[in-house]
């Protein structure tokens, strides 16, 4: 395995047109050699973004116009440990459309398949008149207290993020995320996967027992949207829920500052460490 680059200011640093090699912001929480899912999630949604945009600059040189199309769901699946280490992401379009389109992205390092993701895009329209949810507003980042997340989990990228938390019970907790770390160096990335790179994050704020006593990482993270997100804060209100033969689902309402915008799940394998 390579050195990961400790470049303080990105996640990621590209080094060719689909290849990236992961920064020690990128490190995971439940080994030192391995990349925390939030950030590579981002990732992923940021080279899906600069596929779409390659394909509509070719659309409107052939004089065909913009799609005008946004992300409503993503869904990842993890095929195992991903090693904080250089891997690629192809990126294919599996249906397209001028209103639905489906994207499909492969992460693959050490010749290895670790994630698949797929996205779809709706078109967007003006549904003002209509738009509502029964969701309820968090309180703003300014009304949380900092929690200091590395006092629970370690690693590269809990160290690198701001964390402003309420936890009401074990397994329930609203929390407010930001970071001035980028995603990729040099590299400006969209709304959503600035949203998304710390979304994954929800399954650590609202632990329902030790991570040092028993392990419950998750095997997928799928996000759907109602709108776009806004703004540098990420806010999750999540709670935990372990059932009693090894298995457990993390859901999260998305809030940015301006409200609810969509939710996330994650499956949980849950297992006593051992030891414990």
Request: cysteine-free; aromatic content about 8%; hydrophobic content about 35%.
């Amino acid at each position: 395995m390579t050195t990961p680059t400790a470049a303080p200011d990105s996640y990621y640093q590209r080094t060719g047109e689909n290849s990236y090699k992961p920064t020690a912001q990128a490190q995971g929480a439940w080994h030192p050699d391995e990349q925390h899912f939030s950030p590579l999630g981002g990732l992923i949604v940021h080279a899906i973004d600069r596929h779409r945009a390659d394909h509509q600059r070719a659309d409107q040189r052939a004089g065909r116009p913009a799609d005008g199309l946004a992300l409503a769901r993503i869904s990842y699946d993890i095929l195992g440990l991903i090693a904080l280490d250089e891997f690629e992401i192809t990126v294919e379009t599996v249906r397209p459309g001028r209103t639905i389109e489906l994207v499909e992205a492969t992460v693959v390092t050490g010749g290895r398949a670790v994630v698949r993701a797929r996205a779809w895009f709706l078109a967007e329209l003006d549904t003002t008149a209509v738009a509502g949810t029964h969701d309820r507003p968090l309180p703003g980042p300014e009304e949380f207290e900092p929690w200091t997340m590395a006092g629970v989990w370690g690693g590269g990228y809990i160290a690198s993020i701001d964390v402003r938390r309420r936890e009401t019970a074990p397994g329930r907790a609203a929390a407010w995320i930001s970071t001035p770390v980028e995603l990729v160096a040099g590299e400006p990335s969209g709304p959503h996967a600035s949203f998304v790179k710390l979304a994954d994050t929800a399954n650590g704020i609202a632990v329902r027992q030790n991570p040092t006593e028993w392990m419950f990482p998750n095997t997928d993270l799928t996000i759907h949207f109602h709108r776009r997100p806004e703004g540098p804060w990420t806010g999750l209100d999540t709670s935990v829920s372990f059932g009693p033969a090894g298995h457990g689902v993390t859901s999260t309402v998305l809030h940015d500052v301006h409200g609810p915008l969509g939710r996330a799940e994650q499956i949980l394998t849950v297992r006593p460490l051992n030891g414990s």
